[in-house]
């Protein structure tokens, strides 16, 4: 079943700008994490964050974790025509041994 | 070190046959995780291994099983394939798996097409 939801589903943007992507989930969780995937390809990690942390930086990626309202943002600064590609939350519960489960994620198009 | 390597890349088959595809994970992985995602389903939880155990599965039917051997690499397999069985399998490793909440190493994946 699928814990996280992504908004939008789908983002286009020009090079240079940022882009913004929301993730809701439902239960509590030890920690939230983003991975990429590119068209048809296996997903890359990106960044964890830890249930008791609010924000985390990497390099031009951006997250914050919004524990009371269940919620996650990945922030991409400077958006490049390489940063094209699918964008998954997924959540990792708090009771132990569950599997990761992902969103659907959002697509999102950087336009050189 | 290698990445998390799975074979084949693509494979067509008709429906009724069986099919096993094939992953190896990062050296020293011993967690081997399968999901399938389609445009409709997304990424959706197979099953999970952890020294040649299965110690965790999805809500799928039993014609989706896998198995560990004792190198790690996993094998999973399809038997009297569906239409709705045309998915993108990934294949993800970790050192110690879902117990430890830690992130996962995916493979490229096999797309599996059924006529």
């Known amino acids: 079943s699928q814990q996280g939801e992504e908004d939008p589903q789908a983002l286009s943007i020009q090079e240079g700008e940022n882009a913004t992507m929301n993730c809701s989930y439902k239960?509590?969780?030890?920690?939230l994490q983003w991975y990429r995937q590119n068209s048809g390809r296996g997903l890359v990690h990106l960044i964890l964050?830890?249930?008791?942390?609010r924000e985390k930086h990497s390099g031009r990626l951006r997250v914050t974790l919004d524990t009371s309202k269940k919620s996650s943002s990945l922030l991409i600064t400077a958006s490049r025509a390489a940063d094209t590609a699918s964008y998954f939350c997924a959540t990792a519960r708090n009771s132990g041994n569950t599997p990761l489960v992902f969103g659907k994620g959002t697509r999102l198009s950087v336009i050189a | 070190k290698a990445g998390v390597t799975q074979t084949p890349r693509y494979l067509i088959k008709t429906r009724g046959q069986q099919v096993t595809l094939s992953c190896s994970p990062i050296?020293?992985?011993?967690?081997v995780s399968w999901y399938q995602q389609t445009p409709g389903q997304g990424l959706q939880f197979l099953f999970e291994?952890?020294?040649?155990?299965?110690?965790n599965k999805g809500n799928f039917p039993g014609r989706f099983s896998g198995r560990q051997f004792s190198n790690s690499r996993s094998e999973m397999n399809v038997s009297t394939l569906e239409l709705g069985d045309s998915a993108l399998y990934l294949c993800a490793s970790s050192p110690l798996g879902h117990q430890t909440n830690e992130k996962l190493f995916f493979g490229s994946g096999t797309q599996l097409s059924v006529l």
């Open positions: 239960t509590s969780i030890n920690n």
């Open positions: 291994y952890f020294s040649e155990t299965q110690r």
């Open positions: 050296s020293g992985h011993r967690s």
């Open positions: 964050i830890r249930s008791n942390e």
